[in-house]
């Protein structure tokens, strides 16, 4: 069956240093991949989303990239602040044909250190 | 605009009972989403709507659980003789169409007791 699976359940990073997170898949291919952030007591909310195709995608402080050779995104926060500390989702659907339903993974908490 | 709105946002039940969770989705998106999320866990996926039709309905845990969509808009999620188990938030997200990110409500905190 389809996986997602995130690097670890908690990551302590300190400010203004640059924080990365991992996201792995297994058992499918995905058109594409999202990146989601979650507050406490809330639903997630929409970062960015990236192609199979596209191998970099950039907003302000974040990037995200996809390999599909190691089956792989990353997701970058440059210059943290305390106010990124949150959870992070990836998250992604498989063939578009098939109109796959979007699955996510367990996601990682992110703490960064004033 | 409005965004996705869920209610109640808490629900307290008795084991056994009926409950019924409500989503209204961002006027004009024709997907709409549940799903569930335990403490330190992913959303895990429950049933998935493509205007009236629920276009998959893998992730149901069993056949207590039903969702409905009826005119393509609102959507009802209803779980008959909950379980302690079934204690979690019940998050709902719509979308335009295909390769669109998720918008998702706060979710609605349901606790059987």
């Known amino acids: 069956s389809q996986k997602i699976e995130q690097n670890s359940e908690a990551l302590n990073i300190q400010e203004g240093k640059t924080a990365t997170l991992t996201c792995n898949y297994t058992n499918y291919s995905p058109a594409y991949l999202q990146w989601y952030r979650q507050d406490p007591g809330r639903g997630p909310v929409f970062l960015l989303l990236i192609r199979e195709n596209e191998k970099e995608k950039r907003k302000e402080r974040l990037k995200v990239t996809f390999d599909t050779t190691l089956k792989q995104s990353l997701f970058h926060i440059t210059a943290s602040q305390p106010a990124d500390s949150a959870t992070y989702l990836c998250?992604?659907?498989?063939?578009?044909?098939?109109?796959?339903?979007?699955?996510f993974g367990k996601g990682t908490r992110l703490h960064i250190l004033p | 605009g409005a965004g996705v709105s869920q209610t109640p946002s808490n629900k307290v039940t008795e084991k056994g009972k009926y409950v019924e969770l409500r989503c209204d989705p961002i006027?004009?998106?024709?997907?709409l989403y549940w799903y569930r999320q335990s403490l330190g866990q992913g959303p895990e996926f429950l049933i998935y709507?493509?205007?009236?039709?629920?276009?998959?309905d893998s992730g149901l845990p069993n056949d207590r659980f039903f969702a409905v969509r009826p005119e393509g808009s609102v959507s009802t999620l209803k779980i008959q003789r909950t379980e302690r188990g079934d204690s979690a938030v019940y998050l709902c997200?719509?979308?335009?169409?295909?390769?669109?990110?998720?918008?998702f409500g706060n979710g609605t905190r349901l606790t059987v007791t």
């Open positions: 006027s004009g998106h024709t997907a």
């Open positions: 998250a992604s659907q498989g063939s578009l044909n098939r109109d796959d339903k979007i699955i």
């Open positions: 997200a719509s979308s335009p169409g295909k390769v669109s990110p998720l918008h």
């Open positions: 709507f493509q205007g009236t039709g629920a276009a998959d």
